[in-house]
């Protein structure tokens, strides 16, 4: 069993004014078979910490550990974390002008297999993936997100998933910005990701809706950088109902 260990993670960002701590000991452990949900206000770290476990430049790890498998990811270029195993399905995802997304999808295939796939069943592949998100073919052709809605680019992102296979994907906000129909396909695919059982998903979002979708195993709510409650898929419910104002003002009331 593969297992995702976060331990006393401290991380800061650069601002304008010098850098700012965002992360204030994290803990948490996915392991294989297992999502996890990640709920909390806005600017509660949610996404510094997917970036982080990613090694984002801009994001700055101070203390603490982060392992797959045993193996110290804080030590490791972005690419080696890939090939260690660990996927970021990114909030925003970036636009590469004059990269195909086929040409992406194989050279990130290879990169991390070490061998290019065969190019008939990779093509086959790729149409494959792309038609079950409700991708037509013709945008492997087209440059990596360039002129992609927002909810194209989220299913985009679940295409690389599907072909990538990675043991723990970290979802960022993947249903920011889809509609009804695109959540429900985003999250299909999801499912088929982890339906063998022997993959972790990291699933960060605001709202509940995308939990009738994918079933998290754990709910973990986060506030002020930090791990506030952690419970099972009721905790998600409570939370809808309640909101975090109480996670917010235990965290002022400690300030």
Known sequence: ??????????????????????????????????????????????????????GHPKYHITSGSVTLDGVELTALTVDQRAKAGLFLAMQYPVEVPGVSVANFLRTARTALSGEAPKVRTWVKEVNDAMDQLGL????????????????????????????????????????????????????????????????????????TRILNYIKPDFVHVFVDGRVAEEGGPELADSLEIEGYDRFVKAVKADA
């Not at 960002?13 to 999502?35: D, F, R, Y």
């Not at 985009?156 to 906000?173: H, S």
């Not at 920011?176 to 063998?196: F, H, K, P, Q």
Request: aromatic letters at 4%.
């Open 136 to 207: 037509d073919s013709s945008f492997a052709s087209r440059s990596l997100n360039e002129g992609f809605s927002g909810g194209e680019k989220k299913r985009n992102e679940i295409v690389q998933l599907e072909l990538l296979n990675p043991k723990f994907a970290v979802l960022d906000e993947t249903d920011s910005g889809l509609d009804i129909d695109a959540l429900r396909i985003v999250s299909e695919g999801v499912n088929r990701y982890t339906a063998n059982g022997d993959r972790g998903v990291l699933l960060i979002t605001h709202y």
């Open 1 to 54: 069993m593969s297992s995702l260990t976060i331990t006393d993670l401290h991380a800061e960002v650069e601002t304008e004014n010098g850098p700012k701590e965002i992360l204030k000991g994290v803990n948490l452990t996915v392991k294989s078979g297992e999502v996890h949900a990640i709920m909390g206000p806005n600017g509660s770290g949610k996404s510094t910490l997917a970036y982080s476990l990613a």
